[in-house]
């Protein structure tokens, strides 16, 4: 199965897309992920897409696209994958449905005001990846990550000024694909606001 996770920026799209990569041995494949790995190696691509990011804004369409395009030619999406944080625009969502049927369209939705809150205090693996919050999904150990025992760490992009570009753009260019996954009737509305947990058995429930 072909899904995507749509929905705006601290509405725990990773955290269920990890879960579901879990259930049903998907690979799950995040653009931010996958980027953020390009900036810490200082790749071409992480160099162009740095600054991008650092501000909260969108990565050039063609790089992305290049990018998410050879990592579904590998053999471990033969079966189906998870995206999380792709498309995030009109035309990813054109270019990637040009070479990729999907099945299930999950549109995660909050409040913005819980999302401000997600946001602010959630931290990051900075070795594993793996995501935490300072109130609803605290480290065992502060600081340091339960299943690696890496350093945990915000994100530049997680800072407020970041959090209110990510949102703007979030509204502006990527909110237009539920319209275009509705008109496709792939859209599945799920509500993101319960505990990472009842998150997921609504997902696994309506994607079923
Ligand atoms: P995320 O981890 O999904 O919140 O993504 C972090 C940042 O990576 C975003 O704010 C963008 O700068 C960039 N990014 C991730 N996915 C995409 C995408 N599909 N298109 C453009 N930029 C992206």
């Known amino acids: 199965m072909n899904i995507i996770?749509?929905?705006?920026?601290?509405?725990?799209?990773?955290?269920?897309?990890?879960?579901?990569?879990?259930?049903?041995?998907?690979?799950?494949?995040?653009?931010?992920?996958?980027?953020?790995?390009?900036?810490?190696?200082?790749?071409?691509?992480?160099?162009?897409?740095?600054?991008?990011?650092?501000?909260?804004?969108?990565?050039?369409?063609?790089?992305?696209i290049e990018m998410i395009k050879e990592r579904l030619q590998k053999k471990d999406c033969e079966k189906g994958f998870i995206l999380d944080g792709f498309p995030r625009t009109i035309n990813q969502a054109d270019q990637i449905g040009s070479f990729t049927k999907m099945d299930k369209v999950v549109n995660l939705h909050v409040s913005d005001e819980l999302i401000i809150k997600r946001l602010g205090r959630r931290r990051i693996c900075s070795e594993c990846g793996s995501i935490y919050h300072l109130e609803y999904m605290k480290p065992k150990k502060e600081g340091i990550c339960d299943k690696c025992s890496g350093k945990l760490h915000q994100r530049k992009d997680d800072k407020p000024d970041a959090i209110i570009n990510r949102l703007e753009v979030y509204r502006k260019e990527t909110e237009p694909l539920i319209k275009y996954y509705q008109d496709k009737k792939l859209i599945v509305n799920v509500d993101g606001s319960g505990t990472p947990e009842e998150v997921f058995e609504l997902v696994v429930e309506d994607i079923s």
């Open 5 to 64: 996770l749509l929905g705006p920026p601290g509405v725990g799209k990773g955290t269920v897309a990890g879960k579901l990569s879990e259930k049903f041995s998907f690979p799950h494949i995040a653009t931010g992920d996958m980027l953020r790995e390009n900036v810490a190696q200082k790749t071409e691509l992480g160099m162009e897409a740095k600054n991008h990011m650092d501000k909260g804004l969108l990565v050039p369409d063609d790089v992305v």
